[in-house]
């Protein structure tokens, strides 16, 4: 069956520290990837989403994602975190042939200290 | 634009006691879900309608959960009779996707609906 990990379930930085945020998934055909960030009080949103091309996308906020194929992950990125950037972070795979449903990640709580 | 609206935010009901939730999806959104999130977990798919079908209910517990999609518009969830496990928050999404796949258009979701069962 379909799933999704990711490895760090609290993450505590300072400001201005570098991020990476694993997110493995298991599926052998193609998917779509994103990543959704879900603000203290706030619904969850959209913070980037991979359907093809490029493997490196670019999302809001200064966040990125790669995805690469081989290691079927799509890990987060931002080289310099803000104390705003406070907030739980789900990575969410959807295969991309028949039907099939949305599959979250467990989530990563991230602590950005000023 | 405006978001999807859910309502209540909160509930506290006892274990056996019934409980609805309301969502209201984004205008022309075709695709509605409602998810559970329990606490440290990621959001779960519990059904799927497009327009006013379901096109996956797999994940409901059908014995105690049921939803409807009135004219393909707004939707409920019920939980009757609720258990402690059902604890959670209920979270109600919609997208622009069209197709029976869900293909890969992006979900809104709303606020969620805050469930304790003591």
């Known amino acids: 069956a379909q799933s999704v990990s990711q490895h760090n379930h609290h993450v505590i930085l300072s400001e201005a520290a570098s991020l990476e945020l694993g997110c493995n998934y298991s599926?052998?055909?193609?998917?779509?990837l994103f990543w959704y960030v879900q603000y203290p009080g706030q619904h969850l949103q959209l913070l980037l989403k991979?359907?093809?091309?490029?493997?490196l996308v670019k999302g809001i906020k200064g966040f990125e994602a790669e995805f690469i194929k081989s290691k079927f992950s799509f890990n987060l990125r931002k080289p310099s975190v803000q104390w705003s950037d406070t907030a739980e972070y789900f990575c969410a795979a959807l295969p991309n042939t028949g039907f099939q449903k949305l599959v979250f990640g467990t989530g990563t709580r991230l602590l950005v200290s000023p | 634009e405006a978001g999807v609206a859910q309502s209540p935010r909160y509930k506290i009901i006892e274990k056996r006691q019934s409980v609805a939730f309301w969502c209201n999806p984004i205008s022309g959104h075709a695709t509605l879900y409602w998810y559970q999130q329990i606490l440290g977990q990621g959001p779960k798919l519990l059904i799927q309608?497009?327009?006013?079908?379901?096109?996956?209910d797999s994940q409901l517990p059908k014995d105690r959960f049921s939803a409807e999609r009135l004219k393909g518009v707004d939707s409920t969830l019920k939980i009757q009779p609720a258990k402690l496990e059902d604890s959670a928050v209920y979270l109600c999404?919609?997208?622009?996707?069209?197709?029976?796949?869900?293909?890969?258009?992006?979900?809104?979701f709303g606020e969620g609906s805050r469930l304790t069962v003591l």
């Open positions: 309608f497009q327009n006013n079908g379901v096109v996956d």
């Open positions: 599926y052998g055909g193609t998917v779509n």
């Open positions: 999404a919609s997208s622009l996707d069209r197709s029976a796949s869900g293909g890969a258009g992006e979900l809104f």
């Open positions: 991979y359907f093809s091309g490029d493997p």
